[in-house]
Each structure stands twice: as C-alpha cells, then as structure tokens.
C-alpha cells in the first residue's frame, strides 16, 4: 500500500484554528507569526492537515520515490511551543541563528516558547532565506 501523508492542503479557517487556541500568549503569538510569514511570503495562509498554518507550497520526490506536497513555510501553535517549520535543516543558517535570540531545534523545526524572546527581523531573514532556498531546491 502507497504513503499517504495526513498532513494535506484542506479548506478549514485558519483563523478559527488560531481562534481555538487556547493559551493567550500562544494564540497572540501565533496571530503574529502568521502575520509576519504572511507578509514574507506574500502568501495567504492555508490549513495543512488539522494543526499547521502554511504559506505557499512545494512538490517534493524523495530518492526512495515518496513524493508529496508540503507548505513551504508553515507553524503550529503546540502546547509548549509555537513550531515553524521553515528550512530543511538550520546548519546552513547559523549565522542567523545566532543573533535570533531564544529558541530550540529540531531536524526540521524551530521551537519558540514566546515570541518576544526572539528578534524578529531575524526571524523574518530566516523566512525568507528558506523560502528561497526551497523555491531553488524544488521548483
């Protein structure tokens, strides 16, 4: 039986998800985060599956031949921290990451607890870097 990803494009409110939020420091955060990727991006936010805040999109073929589609940017209002997903990997970035403030990594995410505790025109450089990169990378 074929992959199928469960994180697709759907037609559900974005802002009725960011709405249902209910920590107010995530909610606000997560209203301005979309904001701000809104405005990098020049994209309007999509719902990817039942929790992601994407922008844009990208077809990508794995050397396995899993292939899909996924937001080229995009976050998530968790319970402990808004994740973004924004690049591949920040290892080519961390000059940027350096001056971004306080956060946490993982292979393909940025953990931000509040959103004050980061410089957000580094936060926006990174957007629109990794945008860049992926636009290059796969289309």
């Known amino acids: ?3 199928q990803a469960k994180t697709k494009l759907n037609s559900a409110s ?3 998800f960011l709405n249902s939020v209910e920590n107010d420091q995530r909610r606000n955060d997560a209203f301005e985060i979309c904001d701000i990727m809104m405005s990098v991006t020049k994209e309007a936010p999509k719902m990817w599956g039942t929790s992601i805040v994407g922008f844009g999109s990208y ?3 794995y050397e396995s031949g899993h ?3 996924a937001p080229q940017v995009g976050f998530s209002p968790r319970k402990n921290a808004l994740t973004l997903y924004i690049m591949p990997g920040f290892s080519a970035y961390e000059d940027l990451m350096q001056s971004l403030g306080k956060y946490k990594t993982g292979k393909s995410c940025l ?3 509040n959103l004050e505790d980061i410089d957000k025109k580094v ?3 990174l957007i629109r870097e990794s945008v860049k990169f992926i636009k290059k990378k796969y289309q």
């Open 123 to 125: 936060l926006k450089k």
């Open 111 to 113: 953990y931000i607890k």
């Open 59 to 61: 077809h990508y073929i």
């Open 14 to 16: 974005v802002k009725k």
């Open 1 to 3: 039986m074929a992959y």
């Open 67 to 69: 292939e899909g589609d």
